[in-house]
């Protein structure tokens, strides 16, 4: 049970100077950057403010030794701080005081920063969720929207309890997937460890020995001698390779293009591609349905889905499925275009749609594409592990019987010859 005290608010905290970086636009849409000093940032906007000037951006200005380095909160402390607000809202405890509460508990610097800044704003008259827009590197903006739309509604314990369920969905998922790649990742490790030991130290060993008996060697055992001792001699060309390789993926996917391109073709890899479109699927369900359900429009649903689905072809096509629900299109009807929604999801929607009960539909969609996530990645490894022990077996396979048949046939040659 949680203890009320008498008074619904949080103690307040010493109106020390706090010094901010004010960035605003004027007429001609010329940058302008003040700073001031104020006690909490809804001060500084409201000292800020200016008929003549269009905020843009308040940023507090932190001495060295308090700077945050790393500052984004991961998923699980999200999701911890989620659940604590449900049940200390749920329990009758004023917000701003759960808020100072765990702010006082928490471990994240992160977190803990954020909460006091959204405490003083809340004090000064701000709303929960224009308090928490400030934060954007601990709360994405679709739980910025469903807290806005839980203030007009008024149920904020049932919207804390519903973003907890999502966030600890998303954080199984994420988590199913990573530890169903360990097994088949310490695999092809092992198996390309044991091809590295057998061509750099074994080889070497075996070629000087064949070299003295001045045989004919097998055409595998040629063609494995030569490709070691390329390894060996130029391993600082191909290291070179590699990095370059690397270094011009990762610049071509942070092009927007390259990234389009990138996450297009993640999509069709063999076995993780249905995959990744699964998960993607269920996100997106469950985060339109959320934020459909609190009231938010379904335009301004589709913009905040398509930004937290993690893939640049959905957000590509969801985007243009928002125009075509602003061009009077419906929603079904250009998501089936878009050929990334299997035809079972189209129909969904075009039911919830047509119907009136979108929201109850994406929950019943999002509820299905969970079970085929869990299914498939429950299966990940079945499927996964032939494949690696085909590529290692024939690797080390092959080793093994270039080797093998090379010491076969200067035994034949030897008893030949004797």
Same mark, same amino acid.
């Not at 934020?291 to 969801?318: C, F, H, P, Q, R």
């Given at each position: ?18 010094? &901010? ?66 049940? *200390? ?60 739309? /839980? ?48 061509? $750099? ?19 595998? $055992? ?12 130029? &391993? &600082? ?34 076995? *993780? ?58 929603? /079904? ?47 990940? $490894? ?17 080793? /093994?019987? /270039? ?16």
């Amino acid at each position: 049970m949680f203890t009320k005290k008498p008074k619904n608010s949080a103690p307040a905290k010493p109106a020390g100077p706090r010094k &901010w970086n004010v960035v605003s636009t004027n007429a001609q849409g010329k940058k302008v950057t003040r700073k001031i000093e104020a006690p909490s940032r809804s001060r500084a906007r409201m000292i800020s403010a200016d008929p003549a000037l269009t905020l843009v951006s308040i940023r507090e200005v932190k001495p060295l030794l308090q700077t945050e380095f790393g500052s984004t909160v991961r998923g699980d402390i999200l999701l911890q701080v989620t659940r604590q607000l449900a049940a *200390f809202t749920a329990a009758g405890v004023p917000i701003m005081q759960a808020m100072h509460m765990l702010a006082s508990s928490t471990k994240s610097a992160p977190m803990r920063s954020a909460l006091e800044a959204m405490v003083d704003d809340i004090r000064d008259g701000d709303t929960l969720a224009n308090s928490a827009k400030e934060h954007t590197h601990v709360f994405p903006a679709y739980y910025i929207a469903i807290l806005g739309a /839980a203030e007009r509604t008024g149920d904020l314990s049932g919207t804390f309890d519903t973003l907890a369920q999502y966030l600890e969905r998303d954080l199984a998922s994420a988590r199913a997937v990573k530890s169903a790649m360990y097994y088949p990742a310490v695999l092809a490790l092992l198996g390309v460890g044991a091809i590295v030991v057998l061509s $750099t130290v074994v080889l070497p060993k075996f070629k000087n020995f064949f070299a003295s008996l001045h045989t004919a060697l097998p055409p595998a $055992t040629a063609a494995l001698l030569t490709l070691t001792g390329f390894i060996s001699t130029y &391993w &600082w060309a191909l290291l070179i390779g590699l990095i370059v390789v690397i270094a011009a993926f990762i610049g071509f996917k942070k092009t927007k293009a390259g990234h389009l391109v990138i996450d297009g073709m993640t999509l069709k890899i063999p076995i *993780f591609g249905p995959i990744l479109q699964l998960v993607a699927l269920e996100r997106f369900c469950r985060i339109l349905g959320s934020l459909n359900n609190t009231g938010v429009t379904l335009v301004e649903s589709l913009k905040l889905s398509a930004d937290v689905l993690g893939n640049k072809a959905y957000e590509k096509a969801i985007l243009e499925t928002r125009d075509g629900v602003i061009g009077g299109r419906g929603l /079904a009807d250009p998501l089936e275009k878009s050929k990334l929604f299997p035809a079972e999801a189209v129909q969904i929607f075009r039911v919830g749609e047509q119907s009136g009960l979108l929201s109850q539909q994406l929950g019943h969609a999002a509820t299905y594409y969970s079970g085929e996530v869990d299914y498939r990645l429950k299966n990940l $490894t079945a499927l996964i592990e032939p494949v690696v022990l085909l590529l290692i077996g024939g690797g080390t396979g092959f080793v /093994a019987v /270039a080797l093998v048949s090379a010491m076969y046939g200067i035994y034949n040659s030897t008893s030949l010859g004797g």
